[in-house]
């Protein structure tokens, strides 16, 4: 994603939600002081994962196992938003890909994300204002991971485009040139769920939508 075409919708988002850039720009700078070359997937071994090949796209809406009972998830490469991996890890499918802002998550699917990076997962933590806490206590467990940013990109944390965990997978997915991208455990229109998580979806189904999905 070219962040000059990202930086006027991400400039939207901050409105909208109140949020402060330069919080987003701390918490980068942090999770880039924890990056190290042991530590750092390449881009390379992300795009050999993704391109050319058919993605599943999973956000964690309340109906993400059901609809995984239906799809035969071995004609896909999974992408999995935060909490959505433990559905996978508690089917023993261990996910090709994660994104995660850590902030997410019940205690044990975070413990879950941690033994699919250790099994095999690419895992792309993403910093933002919210979630230094997070990643203080819960980076240094995973052992090899991509950083990611909703700011502006620099050295090796990255900017694929996206806002939340979900839909952040579709951009990845589009960005590393997948063969097609299907979507799973997407509820845009949830009534269960609280203003801010509204408003998220709100944004999720449209910056899906640029994407023509």
Known sequence: MDFAAWEP?????????GFDREGDEKAARFLSSMLTVKNT???????????????LACGNAP??????????LSAFVIIAAD????????MGRVPEVICTDLDGNSESDLEKEILACEQGSIVLIHAHGDNLDKLE???????????????EPFDKVYNFGGFSDGDRC???????RAKSVRLAGFDF??????????????????LIGMLGI
């Open 137 to 151: 206590k819960y980076v240094p467990r995973f052992k090899r991971f991509i950083a990611t940013t909703q700011a």
């Open 170 to 176: 579709v951009f990845v997915a589009q960005n590393f």
């Open 189 to 206: 229109e949830d009534p269960c769920v609280n203003p801010i998580k509204k408003k998220k979806l709100k944004w999720a189904k449209e």
């Open 83 to 90: 909490g959505a991996s433990a559905a996978f890890m508690d």
């Open 63 to 72: 109906g993400l196992r059901a609809e995984l009972s239906k799809i035969d």
């Open 9 to 17: 919708i991400y400039e939207r988002i901050l409105k909208d939600f």
């Open 41 to 55: 997937v390449s881009l390379s071994e992300l795009e050999a994962v993704i391109s050319e090949k058919p993605v």
